[in-house]
């Protein structure tokens, strides 16, 4: 057996209260359990213990309180419980009160029937069951949304937005007031209002779409956000849900793991190249000095003094080699680790460097032409001549080493503004496009060097050793035409 109905009866007359109980006593036994109090203190009091599942009031309570104002007391936030008013003449002001105040049923006592005042029982129960499922169904979804850290927007079909969920207000910075009404597009980066005005229609054609977006902050800060959407159709009216995940960490820590996936990759690249470099640089003058070596001392006394002293000077040549490769590698790691300090003096960079590219010359002038184009006022510069021979050699003897015989070098150095450029050309094999931009990586040799011998070494050191002097260093090359490699350095300003 199901537990009875528990209903309080809430009227002062004890007369009206034997009547209702003569009606409730005629609907089959333990149906209903009826409570009878007869006071608004009482009635209170018993309310806010809520143990009833209907509460019958009277509308005339005795005292100065009426039915009305006990409902209006005990249910400050409408009625949450089923409320069945009562009074003894009926008027239309006091039927529309309880209205509004969430009264269930509204009945004038001399037209009470037990059929009647049971229905009206079990519907107004019914009802107030029905409304608290919706309230509490209601408030589980709400409080997900309001829990939802994820940004939910609702937008008309303008891209304005309609409505929002407190994580906009709590992570945004935005006053609810500074967002609504307001189109999506412009509270992202400019980029990404390109990506929304292209997606937003994708959205309302085929219902449904991702993407990333960059959302800014009111205080500029910027929010990666994973944007999905999708439509909403309230009987006529469309319009979209955008739910913005922020995904900022996600996207740092990829793009972190992605630096360091790259460094490793640079780093696995320099090992090999650096053991390439080893190999072919390292090897064949250590193969030729152990093979002279065996020679003297198989074929010392066979040889003249001048045979002798040919082979000595091929190992001495061999070892120099080596020498000035091992100094290359100390060197650059030096710079590299900030170790080398600058000792500039002042001298004119002009005949700095063509000094330089004549002595240069010299050594290929069977093969190729020097041609020097320097200004016809001096150029002073701070430089550490040490470090700016080591440039300059580097750059000319590449120049003739990557040019064919009869080539001709170019040097010039020019006044530009308020810096120096010196340049030196080439007519030489050039360099591939896709090898340009790592050149100046150590041990790093372009793909077309064929037996042009080499350590990778000269460019990475030229780089170092001009940025120490507060200069930068660009390329111009094509393939079969030459090489132009230019320097730009800062002068001596004029008084
Ligand atoms: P290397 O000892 O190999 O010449 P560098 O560091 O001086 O090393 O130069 C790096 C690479 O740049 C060279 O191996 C070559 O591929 C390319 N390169 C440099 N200068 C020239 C040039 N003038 N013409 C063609 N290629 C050049």
Request: aromatic share 6%.
């Amino acid at each position: 057996m199901t537990n009875p109905i528990r209903i309080l009866f809430i009227e002062d007359d004890i007369e009206d209260y034997r009547f209702i109980e003569s009606i409730f006593a005629a609907i089959p036994r333990g149906s209903y359990h009826l409570d009878w109090v007869s006071t608004y203190d009482e009635a209170l009091a018993q309310i806010r213990q809520k143990q009833h599942d209907l509460y019958l009031v009277d509308y005339l309570l005795g005292g100065q309180s009426d039915g009305l104002q006990l409902i209006r007391d005990a249910f400050p936030n409408g009625c949450d419980r089923a409320v069945i008013l009562l009074t003894a003449h009926g008027a239309k002001e006091i039927d529309e009160t309880a209205l509004q105040l969430g009264v269930a049923e509204y009945f004038d006592k001399v037209h009470i029937r037990a059929p009647l005042l049971e229905r009206a029982v079990r519907y107004a129960i019914n009802s107030k069951r029905v409304e608290a499922e919706l309230r509490d169904s209601e408030a589980r979804y709400r409080m997900l949304i309001e829990a939802a850290p994820d940004y939910i927007c609702q937008l008309d079909t303008d891209q304005r937005i309609q409505q929002i969920n407190p994580s906009v207000i709590r992570e945004s910075g935005y006053q609810s007031a500074e967002i609504i009404g307001k189109p999506l597009r412009e509270f992202l980066t400019p980029l990404s209002q390109s990506v929304l005005d292209e997606m937003f229609p994708r959205l309302l054609a085929t219902g449904h779409c991702r993407q990333e977006i960059e959302f800014r902050r009111k205080d500029g800060s910027v929010q990666v956000m994973d944007c999905s959407g999708s439509i909403l159709k309230d009987r006529e009216k469309v319009s979209a849900v955008v739910i913005l995940r922020d995904i900022t960490r996600r996207k740092q820590a990829e793009h972190a793991l992605e630096l360091a996936l790259g460094r490793e990759k640079e780093l696995n690249e320099l090992k090999s190249r650096f053991v390439s470099m080893v190999s072919h640089e390292f090897r064949s003058p250590l193969a030729a000095i152990r093979l002279w070596s065996e020679m003297l001392r198989t074929f010392r006394h066979k040889m003249d003094d001048t045979a002798i002293d040919s082979k000595l000077a091929s190992i001495m040549s061999q070892i120099d080699h080596l020498a000035i490769l091992v100094n290359d590698v100390l060197s650059l790691s030096r710079m590299e680790t900030g170790q080398v300090e600058l000792k500039p003096t002042t001298a004119d960079l002009d005949v700095f460097c063509q000094q330089i590219a004549e002595e240069t010359a010299d050594r290929y002038r069977q093969t190729h032409h020097l041609v020097c184009d320097l200004p016809t006022s001096r150029i002073p510069a701070r430089i550490d001549t040490t470090l700016m021979r080591q440039v300059m050699v580097n750059l000319l003897e590449n120049a003739f080493k990557y040019s064919p015989q009869g080539g001709t070098v170019r040097l010039s150095v020019a006044l530009n503004g308020d810096g120096a450029i010196v340049s030196v050309s080439d007519s030489g094999i050039g360099i591939p496009e896709s090898d340009q931009r790592f050149l100046f990586d150590p041990f790093y040799r372009a793909t077309n060097v064929g037996a042009v011998t080499g350590t990778g070494l000269g460019l990475a050191i030229v780089k170092q050793a001009v940025e120490l002097h507060g200069g930068r260093i660009e390329v111009e090359s094509q393939i079969g035409a030459g090489s132009t490699f230019r320097l730009r350095l800062p002068v001596v300003p004029s008084d």
